[in-house]
């Protein structure tokens, strides 16, 4: 069954440094987001992402943020300038957009350590 | 905003005991309405879904059903499993938005 992939499993970082987290949705699907999920805290919507724009974003998705699609399979989260506040779980999703379903199909996720 | 408020755990059962984990939702429109579980270590999977009122959305032995006039997607299991012990997330997706509003998620320990 197609999945969601997520490199690396577990990075770490220093402060300030600049981390990109890379993502390869599921085949065919045409809808990506990026969610974090601070230790012990829930899962927060950080942006959307369709027709190689964004199309939806949260008050957490300041300039630090960017996201891209480079090429046909890979969509990434960029985080310009870390603080120690960006270490999390980094969730990929995917939806299809076609046939009415919308299921978002999440990765395994990526540990961002801050130092 | 939409937001979601789901019942704090954890919730500690034994082998075969019935479950209720409840989820309420304040969103917009007629929202989509998702449960998601996060095994150990692992990332959230789907496990059910509901896209209209009264809809019961199933899988693997978990229900639930989209109350709209009390604003509820309650979690059931008739009976637990060991193998069902992780965290579960209720996930209402409001109508014209792309994202889900995740709940707290209630971390359920089944003991055999």
């Known amino acids: 069954e197609p999945e969601v992939t997520q490199t690396p499993s577990h990075q770490v970082t220093q402060m300030g440094q600049e981390v990109i987290l890379r993502c390869v949705p599921i085949?065919?699907?045409?809808?990506f987001y990026w969610y974090r999920q601070i230790l012990g805290q829930k899962v927060e919507f950080l942006v959307s992402?369709?027709?190689?724009?964004?199309?939806?974003k949260s008050e957490i998705f300041d300039d630090q943020f960017s996201v891209e699609r480079p090429d046909g399979s890979n969509f990434t989260l960029k985080i310009r300038s870390t603080k120690l506040e960006d270490s999390a779980m980094y969730f990929c999703?995917?939806?299809?957009?076609?046939?009415?379903?919308?299921?978002?199909?999440f990765g395994p996720g990526t540990r961002l350590t801050v130092l | 905003g939409d937001s979601v408020t789901q019942m704090e755990g954890p919730v500690t059962l034994s082998e075969e005991a019935f479950l209720t984990i409840n989820c309420t939702y304040t969103a917009t429109g007629y929202p989509s309405l998702f449960w998601y579980v996060q095994y150990p270590g692992e990332g959230l999977q789907l496990l059910l879904k509901?896209?209209?009122?009264?809809d019961k959305g199933s899988n693997k032995g978990f229900e639930a059903t989209y109350r709209k006039e009390t604003t509820s997607f309650h979690l059931e299991k008739g009976s637990v499993q060991v193998s069902d012990s992780a965290v579960y997330f209720c996930a209402p997706r409001a109508t014209g938005r792309r994202a889900l509003t995740f709940g707290s998620g209630t971390r359920l320990q089944v003991q055999p």
């Open positions: 992402f369709y027709n190689n724009e964004i199309s939806e």
């Open positions: 085949s065919n699907h045409l809808y």
């Open positions: 509901a896209t209209k009122a009264d």
């Open positions: 999703a995917s939806r299809s957009g076609t046939g009415g379903t919308d299921t978002q199909y």
